[in-house]
């Protein structure tokens, strides 16, 4: 064909283009779904998804309530016409996505696989993920006005009984000049990535941004108990900001009140600063006076031997912590993938590459040693497919033993935390050589040599109390003393911040409890909403909650538990040598059991309980105060108080004398009937 033919073509599919009738519909913004999941999927070169963001299903599980996963849209035609669909979906004619179905006003008119095969190259992400092309059914007759179109997906894929579906969008078009490639813009309709980038400023603003944007909906729709609001926010901050700076606690101390998440993704030098720096400001008004950090994890360094690190984020992770007396738990290990026995940084090295492992340790023990509370070696390594890939007990065993080694070589006594459990809550993986059945197996192979203590996970429903027995019970007179709960959370109410730090405290008898998490974010294609802060850095109500079991525990010891009424968990505190001068002696912590005790981050409150009345010493209470710092009013000559679900704190000059219940009877009359079995967190890179 001549060159000026070619150019009248192009100009004409230009012009018919330019001409069609067209609707373009992202996925997330369904009028109705019960997809399980919306995703990020943002790449630097633009070949992620439309709006950065997909809808996501995988899973084993059937449609609760429902014979399929459906997504429904309602749209409006511009003109009648005869419209082809194309949409950006995972692949129906393959065995690793599953078929599906495309109704229009409730009809179905595209249900065949084979006609849904995929008409471009794969986009959305690096493999495995790119998991998006672009399919073309056929077209439909439409007239103009409102109509609805459902994309189902009625049976799992044929490679396995899973479900799985990644979704973008759709176009409907008149035009029959669309020629998809493997990206994901399709029409004039949809963002252009220049524009997005321009607009944002930088990758990573948009990454941000979209995040933020995907954050704030769920909020809405999956946690109206966070309370997450303009007015909640403001209170937050000027209760925060009335409080006092505390004073730092020497390094011997034990350190009570813990914090997860100061870190990357969430905090990054050169990004936000300003809003991070003063949240490390809230969270020691709060009472918080250490953070667990993974940034000095080999791989987050950098990606080859030592002598390459780049200390910058962990630096400044320090030197804000640092302005308010703040130390750390640091967790180490995992090097770069190219020195692992996985082809993948969740692992450990080669044997060949144990002078670089040494390397490692040398450059970072004697740098970060004197803000250190803790150093823990590794995560969750009893879920070693998830976080301890193709390692074993014994090459656990060994990168402990060297690290003890390297330690003794500097004359570093911090504690080393060991484990970091999440699978040995249940025999039930043992089979598997996880969860307890690795832990075993390191302390055969002499992990009691080398560390310190254990660190556990999400101990505090009483359905867990097993979890914590078993390591109780694993090393009993050495190791097993120490425990730490690293990482800990409730997602049932903002309020049980308090239980959680009650009973981990004092019921379990760990040193130190870590909460997860500093801020709300999206962990994969699932919301984490059990931040301190919400995805704007404000304040929640949470932080709130945590500052009043600061003010109650983190200066007094445990006299004893008691049960003032059926139900009610009550532990009565005094006053240790690092009270500030001038505070109440004895402060009970108490509440009324019966409402759930969630970690399923999808919980919905269930009904009020009827509450308990307790009576107080006459004129022995100083003040009563709630999980939102509120003061309770009370009758000083004849004190009590109406105990819910909701804890309450009440400072006393002389404790109540309600008879003692000892740990051992408590947990035997409020055992728990069933114990999950855990599921390791995915981690994102």
């Known amino acids: ?145 409102k109509h609805r179109i459902d994309f189902r997906v009625t049976r799992p894929r044929r490679d396995s009984n899973s479900y799985s579906c990644f979704f973008d969008g759709f176009l409907l078009t008149t035009s ?72 730092p606690m020497p390094k011997g101390s034990i350190h009570r009140i813990g914090v997860h998440g100061m870190e990357i993704p969430l905090v990054r030098k050169g990004f936000q600063d300003d809003k991070t720096g003063r949240a490390f400001e809230l969270l020691a008004r709060a009472g918080v006076d250490t953070l667990r950090t993974a940034e000095l994890c080999w791989h987050r360094l950098g990606k080859d031997a030592p002598a390459s690190f780049d200390f910058g984020n962990i630096d400044y992770q320090v030197e804000q912590a640092g302005k308010y007396g703040m130390n750390f738990m640091f967790t180490i290990g995992y090097p770069a993938a190219k020195f692992n026995k996985h082809p993948f940084h969740l692992s450990t090295f080669k044997p060949e590459h144990e002078a670089l492992f040494r390397e490692y340790l040398r450059l970072i023990l004697p740098r970060y040693d004197r803000f250190a509370q803790y150093w823990e070696y590794a995560n969750e390594v009893d879920a070693p497919k998830v976080w301890w890939r193709d390692a074993t007990p014994q090459d656990y065993v060994r990168d402990c033993r060297i690290l003890r080694e390297e330690m003794d070589r500097l004359g570093i006594r911090t504690p080393v935390l060991g484990i970091s459990a999440t699978y040995s809550r249940s025999a039930a993986r043992d089979k598997n050589g996880e969860g307890q059945e690795f832990t075993r197996r390191c302390l055969a192979a002499g992990l009691e040599r080398y560390i310190d203590g254990y660190s556990l996970h999400y101990t ?23 425990l730490v709960n690293s990482e800990e959370s409730a997602f049932s109410h903002p309020s049980d911040v308090i239980k959680l730090m009650a009973r981990d405290l004092y019921l379990h008898g760990f040193e130190s409890v870590y909460c997860y998490l500093a801020r709300d974010r999206m962990e994969g294609a699932s919301l984490n909403r059990s931040g301190f802060f919400d995805i704007d850095w404000r304040p929640k109500l949470r932080l709130l909650s945590l500052a009043a079991a600061a003010d109650a525990m983190k200066t007094r010891d445990f006299v004893r538990m008691t049960e003032p009424a059926e139900d009610v968990e009550a532990y009565l505190l ?19 059991n019966g409402a759930a005790e969630a970690m399923n981050p999808d919980f919905t409150p269930g009904p009020t309980l009827e509450p308990a009345t307790v009576h107080f010493r006459d004129g022995k209470v100083v003040k009563a105060v709630d999980w939102l710092l509120d003061e309770v009013p009370f009758t000083t000559a004849s004190p009590q108080f109406e105990i819910t679900e909701r ?5 006393c000059d002389e404790l109540p004398s309600w008879p003692e219940v000892t740990r051992g009877e408590w947990l035997k009359k409020h055992r728990a009937g069933t114990v999950a079995a855990s599921e390791a967190v995915v981690p994102a890179n």
């Open 574 to 592: 005094q006053n240790n040598p690092a009270a500030p001068a001038g505070t109440p002696k004895y402060a009970v912590v108490l509440w009324k």
């Open 176 to 247: 029959r000049t669309v020629r998809p490639r493997a990206n994901y813009r399709i029409s004039n309709l949809q963002p252009e990535w220049k524009k997005l980038l321009a607009q944002s400023g930088d990758f990573r603003s948009l990454q941000f941004a979209t995040e933020q944007k995907l954050v704030r909906a769920l909020m809405k729709e999956k946690a109206p108990v966070e309370g997450v609001s303009d007015e909640n926010a403001a209170m937050a901050l000027k209760k925060l900001l009335a409080r006092p700076l505390p004073a």
């Open 647 to 651: 804890p309450l704190v009440v400072y």
């Open 1 to 145: 064909m001549s060159k000026p033919c070619t150019l009248l073509l192009a100009a004409l599919l230009n012009l018919a283009a330019a001409t069609a009738a067209e609707i373009w519909q992202e996925a997330e913004d369904f009028t109705a779904s019960n997809w399980p999941h919306r995703s990020i999927y943002l790449q630097k070169n633009g070949g992620g998804a439309s709006g950065g963001l997909i809808l996501e299903l995988f899973t084993a599980k059937k449609p609760a309530g429902a014979d399929h996963y459906y997504a429904s849209y309602e749209i409006e035609i511009p003109a009648d016409g005869r419209y082809a669909l194309w949409a950006a979906v995972s692949n129906p004619a393959s065995g690793w996505a599953s078929p599906i179905a495309i109704a229009v006003d409730g009809q179905v008119v595209w249900d065949d696989p084979a006609a849904m095969k995929w008409k471009s190259g794969a986009f959305g992400a690096p493999a495995p993920r790119a998991v998006l092309g672009w399919i073309n059914p056929g077209s439909v007759e439409l007239k103009s006005g």
């Open 460 to 482: 505090w429903q009483m359905k867990e109390q097993d979890f914590v027995k078993f390591f109780r019970e694993l090393s009993p007179g050495t190791i097993s003393n120490k």
